[in-house]
């Protein structure tokens, strides 16, 4: 069964910068099928998918956060990372770690499995 | 980006009563479309995807319809597990957006 834990500090000063790590168990995130998402939900509102990575360096990014997102892959301990900048009151939310799969038939990737999520509180 | 619209927001409905829920895409998505159940306080279940395959050990009274721009999700007959807030989101082009939740509560 494939599991994913974020894992991170919970509370961030604005202007600083947000980073999680997922540690994903029973799936490699080194496979080529599998693509690696962050998502986040603000409390009592909807879902933003933030963006994916995948093959180790290769990304997509939402046009919202573009210019504020980074995502990396530590192949070595089965985890990739999310570090969001200049972070404000706006980017609290709970954020969520996912797999994405391909089925291999040149159909873009959708999500299987998520992590339980993890809040991040901005504030000063 | 493409808007993706539901309805109702909410709906309130009995045990054993048939449920559908559509979801609007703003341009055509193909098929690209998935369903997730959230519960309160906890993340998103994939339940569909590719607008009508249901994912490994998703209860067969849930099921999924449409193409290009309109698609259903359809609960046969709901169970007490069932209440909770469904989501659509089109993963058919960057960024992928989900629609704004369908709440189902107990009638």
């Known amino acids: 069964q494939v599991q994913l834990q974020e894992s991170g500090p919970e509370l961030v000063k604005p202007s600083q910068t947000l980073s999680l790590t997922c540690t994903v168990s029973?799936?490699?995130?080194?496979?080529?099928?599998?693509?690696w998402s962050w998502v986040r939900q603000p409390a009592g509102k909807g879902l933003e998918w933030i963006g994916r990575?995948?093959?180790?360096?290769?990304?997509n990014y939402n046009p919202s956060l573009n210019s504020r997102v980074t995502m990396s892959v530590d192949t070595s301990k089965n985890q990739f990372s999310l570090k969001l900048t200049s972070v404000t009151a706006a980017d609290t939310a709970v954020y969520y770690c996912?797999?994405?799969?391909?089925?291999?038939?040149?159909?873009?990737?959708?999500?299987?499995?998520w992590g339980q999520g993890t809040l991040v509180t901005v504030s000063s | 980006d493409i808007q993706m619209t539901q309805s109702p927001s909410s709906l309130s409905a009995s045990v054993g009563d048939r449920v559908t829920i559509t979801c609007r895409a703003s341009q055509g998505i193909n098929n690209h479309l998935a369903w997730f159940q959230q519960k309160p306080g906890k993340a998103p279940k994939s339940l569909i995807y590719s607008a009508s395959s249901l994912q490994s050990g998703v209860p067969s009274h849930f099921s999924g319809s449409g193409s290009g721009t309109d698609f259903t999700l359809t609960i046969s007959s709901l169970q007490p597990e069932d209440f909770a807030t469904y989501y659509c989101?089109?993963?058919?082009?960057?960024?992928?957006?989900f629609g704004g939740g369908t709440k189902v509560e107990i009638k």
């Open positions: 996912a797999r994405e799969i391909s089925d291999g038939n040149f159909n873009p990737p959708h999500s299987d499995f």
């Open positions: 989101q089109q993963y058919n082009s960057y960024p992928l957006t």
């Open positions: 990575i995948w093959a180790s360096d290769s990304t």
């Open positions: 029973g799936a490699s995130i080194s496979n080529v099928n599998h693509y």
